[in-house]
Every structure is written in structure tokens, then in C-alpha cells.
């Protein structure tokens, strides 16, 4: 028994040392880690998705998200927030350290909330404006969205907790491994799986050639 437990915990010893050098489980290269963004723990396909609709949400985009991502660059970042949506799992098991005996829940689903704004802005948008959202200039969408954003508040937290639809999308594109290269013009790569060799050098440029 003895040693079948000093067995069991050089394994695990090893395991976690191997996540915390790379950000992933031995053998799953090229993979985020699990539960990196300490968000609720889901699972594809899991829970109920509420259909978002996608003209009104690509209209959002284009007024909140940079101007460098480019129209290629913008539709990326609204397909992985659908992904994610779509995957989202409500009053789900919240991840936390190991020995806390704890458990904590994630909040109801936020995606029927989310879709009755983008609703709500279309029906808003074409009673002033006689235009669909996606009609309208990004300066007028701009002006559309000011007062929700300012009731909302300034803060980006998890996506998932987004009181207003423009917001978790906004919060799920600036935590993503995307945004950070943005910001500093580098290629980090944030919670991406990388070997060892090379982790103490200086991310390459952006654009610069591998």
C-alpha cells in the first residue's frame, strides 16, 4: 500500500509539473490547458444554446472590436465567440484549487438575455433610423450601443457574466491569446502549449517570419 501511494505521488508530482511548464498535460501539445481561463468548466454541446442572431452580432462587432483585426480578423474572433457561446454550460461546476472542499457554481445562462438585445437594438435601430443595424454606419451603431455599454459599466469581466451582449463579446475577445499578441505586437501566443526550449527567449514580432 505504501508503495503504491509514493507511486501514485511521483506521478501526480510529475504531471503537474509538467502542465505548469508548458500549460498542458503531457501528450496534449498543441492544446490550451483545461480551465486556463479559470471561466466555468464546459463541455461542447453542453447545456441549451440560445441562437444569437448572427447579422445583428457581426453589426455589434464591427462597432466594438479594433479596427486592426480587418474583416477577416473580426469574423474570426465573432465565429470563436459563437463557438464558445454555443458551448457554454449554465450553473455549471466552477473550477478551484485542489483540498478546498468549496464548490462553487457559475451563474444562470446569460445567452436569452443576449439575444433579446440584439433584438431590442434591430428594433431600435429601424424605428430611428429606418435601417438595419448592419444598414447602418459604425458611427451610428456607435451611438446606438453608448447608453446600454454606459449602463452596463467600463469593467471586462468573464464573458459569461456580461450584464449586456456587447460586453461579453468585447471580454471574450480581449482575454484571448489574440488580443494580447495585438497589444504588444508580439507573437506570445498566450495559453498555448509550447516545448520547453525556447520559452525564455523573446517573442518574435508580429508578422516576422518563423
Known amino acids: 500500500m505504501a508503495e503504491s501511494r509514493r507511486k501514485f505521488l511521483k506521478q501526480s508530482a510529475a504531471t503537474v509539473a509538467a502542465v505548469s511548464l508548458t500549460g498542458c498535460a503531457p501528450g496534449a501539445a498543441g492544446e490550451p490547458a483545461a480551465g486556463a481561463s479559470g471561466d466555468a468548466l464546459s ?9 444569437l442572431p ?3 452580432l457581426r453589426a455589434v462587432a464591427e ?3 479594433p479596427d486592426e483585426l480587418g474583416d477577416d480578423g473580426r469574423e474570426r474572433a ?7 457561446s454555443e458551448a457554454l454550460e449554465p450553473v455549471a461546476e466552477l473550477s478551484h484549487p485542489y483540498l478546498v472542499p468549496e464548490i462553487r457554481y457559475s451563474g444562470p445562462d446569460p445567452r436569452p438575455g443576449w439575444a433579446a438585445q440584439l433584438e431590442g437594438l434591430e428594433k431600435e ?3 430611428r433610423h429606418a435601417l438595419s443595424l448592419s444598414d447602418l454606419d459604425v458611427p451610428g451603431r456607435r451611438e446606438l450601443l453608448a447608453r446600454p455599454l454606459g449602463e452596463a459599466g467600463p469593467e471586462l469581466g468573464a464573458p459569461q457574466n456580461a450584464d449586456y451582449v456587447a460586453l461579453a463579446l468585447m471580454a471574450h475577445f ?3 491569446p489574440i488580443a494580447t499578441d495585438l497589444c504588444y505586437g508580439r507573437a506570445i501566443r498566450k495559453e498555448l502549449c509550447r516545448s520547453i526550449e525556447g520559452a525564455e ?3 518574435a ?3 516576422a517570419a518563423p
Open 43 to 51: 463541455r461542447p454541446g453542453a447545456g441549451t444554446p440560445a441562437s
Open 125 to 127: 435601430c429601424r424605428s
Open 78 to 84: 465573432v465565429r470563436a465567440f459563437e463557438r464558445w
Open 205 to 207: 514580432p508580429l508578422g
Open 174 to 176: 480581449f482575454g484571448s
Open 201 to 203: 527567449d523573446e517573442p
Open 63 to 65: 462597432a466594438v472590436l
Open 54 to 56: 448572427a447579422e445583428t
